[in-house]
């Protein structure tokens, strides 16, 4: 397990939150998981973007971004090697009461831990489909908030600790994603993932490798994915901020024969600056 | 605002909690909202059911309840008039990660709140029927669960300072309840309310009336209620554990006329001992 090395409450060292924190409440905030690499956080601006946008779409009043950025780069700075910051912003405190009208001071809980580096496992890691199937709520897709407990529920489910990742599934037995991941397809050359306008997070390795993959050549469709298509990919692989871009060898009892191109963009993605 | 008279941590007074508490982490927890009243907490009982069936149905290690009780009762000994205890359990701390294996230690924390008696408004309350449309997922239906954000983002939208709630629907167009209340339709003097297996919370007031009901010479019926039978309802009301059986005078444009039987139901209820 990761170590704990260092929590900062708006700004200062500490490691608790007021029990009227609304993030406590109702779950409601957002977080960010980010991977720091040579004391550089990885991707920054497109986890700052996500969360900003978070906020505009919950109507949080956002953190200065300047003294979000300022934090986040002196936490990465007393990293030796691979670290996770985990970034949570919350509404803030407040009376009992789900509206959310009048002023809050939005709450930044930024914790840093040791991690190892990740190791893009070559033969790849094995998936299931979750029981739990996701419910759709267009209001709160894309967004990584703090209502998770879809989440937990399945990633709690038995047989869990057998696997890498859990792959939802919506009630028309569409791909959302996984617990913790984005899912791609190869199909043909081509990679396809499902949208994230009505369950799932707008994952930012995601955004990345869609960004990348014309320079590696690749076609690339966001578009619905029916559960059954996972049976005739050419090949799978999740995507995460921490982990990278991870060769799925099997779903369930359906194994994949690695064929490379997961490995070309995962390669590809691992060695770009950010 | 209602005054916080006092908070308890696991037992001790105290006002924050560690920040790796899943309920921060995940909104992985439940909560009760409770009406003290002569130092007595109300519904006690039922309160404490739904909690350990959230508790069970979540994978929640269940808080010891005997100390759940002692907990509470010494609270509500301090109070004077009326009052409100929130109690919210979390799965307590744990590393970074969904899954939820392993051993937990559930985090309560107690909550006080000086609150004015609720009057029964026999004018009636006007509602608005929310923008937002509700999810279903049947794994967390009512449940009084820390997802609450449906709840935060129904409970913000424009105008709704002007109502005393918001009635939200499915994507079917059926009613599901309040942001914070259960709601009935009275109906040639029959009550009926929707069902809370697909998303909405299992109302400890909601379970009181119905099972009242029958004392009082009302059939009830728990069915789904297309939003268009707002409208042709003799009578509509809300309940909630705090406010107790509140008359509706509208929703939305459409008026009703008070004819008695929700007042009646609102007196027998704020008559009973508990």
Redesign the interface.
């Known amino acids: 397990?990761?170590g704990?090395l260092g929590?900062w409450?708006d700004g200062r060292p500490?490691?608790?939150?007021?029990?009227?924190?609304?993030?406590?409440?109702?779950?409601?905030g957002l977080?960010e998981?980010m991977r720091v690499r040579k004391r550089q956080v990885r991707f920054l601006d497109a986890h700052l973007a996500r969360l900003l946008l978070g906020c505009e779409r919950?109507?949080i009043p956002a953190p200065d971004a300047a003294s979000l950025r300022g934090e986040i780069a002196s936490a990465a700075e007393t990293t030796q090697g691979e670290a996770?910051l985990?970034l949570?912003v919350?509404r803030g405190s407040g009376?009992?009461?789900?509206?959310?009208?009048g002023l809050f001071t939005a709450r930044r809980?930024l914790?840093l831990?040791a991690a190892p580096a990740p190791s893009i496992a070559a033969e790849g890691v094995a998936l299931r489909i979750a029981g739990?199937t996701v419910?759709?709520?267009p209001?709160?897709a894309g967004l990584k908030?703090?209502?998770?407990?879809?989440?937990?529920?399945?990633?709690?489910e038995p047989g869990?600790?057998n696997c890498f990742e859990a792959l939802l599934l919506d009630?028309a037995g569409q791909v959302v994603g996984g617990?913790?991941s984005n899912v791609f397809l190869i199909r043909e050359g081509s990679l396809v993932t499902p949208p994230v306008d009505r369950a799932g997070v707008a994952g930012v390795l995601r955004s990345i490798v869609l960004r990348e993959s014309g320079k590696l050549g690749l076609r690339h469709e966001v578009r619905n994915v029916p559960g059954g298509e996972l049976r005739v990919a050419d090949e799978v692989f999740v995507t995460n901020a921490r982990i990278g871009v991870v060769p799925v060898r099997s779903v369930g009892e359906h194994s994949y024969t690695m064929n490379g191109i997961t490995t070309r963009i995962a390669a590809h993605v691992e060695a770009l600056d950010a």
């Not at 009376?95 to 009208?101: D, I, K, L």
């Open positions: 397990m990761s704990r929590i409450i500490g490691d608790s939150v007021p029990s009227d924190d609304r993030g406590l409440q109702y779950g409601d977080f998981t919950l109507g996770i985990k949570l919350t009376p009992r009461g789900y509206a959310a009208r809980v914790s831990f739990l419910a759709e709520q209001r709160l908030h703090l209502n998770r407990l879809e989440n937990v529920l399945a990633a709690s869990h600790e009630t617990t913790m």
